[in-house]
């Protein structure tokens, strides 16, 4: 009788969880692009393409000791749904005029609240039973939604940008809806204290930890490395194929979502084939991901385009879920699973700040894209031999 209750609580909760997760998912993916040709239709700098992202990502760093804390102290999927309602909030205001690097930041709040509440209500919303296949839906749908996100932004704003963020805001008013329907859970784990500066000492003390450890800096570095790699490209992809391939956004978003396809391709590679004990093993095909970035300067194909960028994803995929697993796994052991989270939370989104803000001063200062291309690829490669040499003796 227990498995049917079981049963029918996986039922109730997680269907709607997996539905707000998918469309807010897809709603953050397209507003990016919908933004980035909004901006092109103002006739803003350039540069202020790429400042998007790091709009977006602020909250994640300056909210990161606070966050976990906020999503514990109340039922995740209420937290859930005031996340969404402050995006919807944010992607209105761009709809009504707001400049959109501030409104796109208030969506970057919204993400930050929801990030935690996201993955923690999961052990609480379903029997340990469920957990691995659950995590599977929630990956493998979020990876369709980076995807989606990406055609549709860029098809929408195509052919009419103020329309297309609209329709974007019924997405997070309806991943907004889904949240409703998911039950209100007991609060499992209460918080020490709501006091800032205990918060933060908190994170400090669990951050350096698990940056202290060899297995928890490696992990922790090369996933920093890959998703601020990761989302960088995905705005150097609409540079340069505007540039090598005379692309508009909506061709353009289509090879961004090559990547996104790539990386679900090397995932379910990684899962099948390559174990956690074996994750400093597959740091090389870091060096490859690098090679190929850095080759991307001699193409002048579409055909030829889609195929690197797929491998670039496929390697990307194969590096990071195995490394992701070790930091889950490290984090989990030294520090716990939310403190784990909020720390890679943290590093990740710093590394997309860096990142892309670096790419942001190029643009500024007028450097060829080719050359922004070749020294992107140049700086991941040389980072993963670096990488490589120095955890080597992990292989053993």
């Known amino acids: 009788m227990q498995q049917t209750h079981s049963n029918k609580d996986f039922k ?19 507003l990016l692009f919908a933004a980035i040709a909004l901006l092109a239709e103002m006739n803003a700098p350039t540069w202020h393409q790429p400042l998007l992202l790091q709009f977006f990502v602020l909250a994640y760093i300056v909210l990161a000791p606070f966050v976990g804390a906020f999503a514990d102290s109340r039922p995740k999927g209420q937290v859930m749904f005031m996340s ?33 509440a996201k993955y923690g209500i999961l052990t609480e919303l379903l029997p340990k039973e469920y957990l691995v296949a ?17 055609i549709v932004g860029g098809l929408l704003a195509k052919f009419d940008v103020q329309m297309a963020i609209l329709i974007i805001a019924v997405l997070y008013l309806l991943a907004a809806i889904f949240n409703r329907y998911i039950p209100t859970l007991p609060i499992n784990h209460k918080i020490n204290s709501k006091n800032p500066w205990f918060l933060f000492k908190d994170f400090y003390f669990s951050f350096t930890k698990l940056a202290q450890d060899r297995l928890g800096q490696l992990s922790l570095a090369v996933t920093t490395l890959f998703w601020g790699a990761g989302a960088t490209l995905r705005l150097v992809i609409i540079a340069w194929a505007a540039y090598a391939l005379n692309f508009q956004i909506d061709k353009a978003t289509q090879l961004s979502a090559v990547v996104a396809f790539g990386v679900a391709i090397g995932s379910v590679i990684a899962a099948r084939y390559i174990s956690m004990k074996n994750s400093v093993k597959v740091l090389p095909l870091g060096v490859l991901m690098g090679a190929f970035v850095c080759s991307m300067v001699f193409v002048s194909s579409w055909e ?64 060829p894209i080719n050359g922004i291309v070749f020294i992107f690829g140049l700086f991941v490669l040389m980072t993963m031999v670096i990488a490589s040499i120095y955890y080597s003796q992990d292989n053993k």
């Open 12 to 30: 109730k909760g997680f269907y709607p969880y997996l539905s707000a997760q998918f469309l807010s998912a897809l709603a953050d993916n397209a």
């Open 84 to 116: 969404n309602g402050i995006k919807l909030f944010g992607c209105l205001a761009m709809f009504f005029g707001m400049e959109p690097l501030y409104a796109y930041g208030i969506v970057g709040v919204g993400a930050a609240t929801y990030s935690p």
């Open 134 to 150: 659950a995590n599977g839906w929630v990956e493998g749908l979020t990876v369709a939604a980076i995807i989606l996100g990406a």
């Open 304 to 367: 030829y385009a889609a195929l690197l960028l797929l491998f670039i994803g496929i390697f990307s995929g194969m590096l990071i879920v195995p490394l992701n697993a070790l930091l889950q796994h490290r984090g989990h052991i030294l520090i716990g699973s939310g403190h784990s989270i909020a720390a890679q939370n943290f590093s990740e989104n710093l590394g997309i700040l860096i990142l892309s803000g670096t790419y942001t001063l190029m643009v500024k200062y007028g450097l």
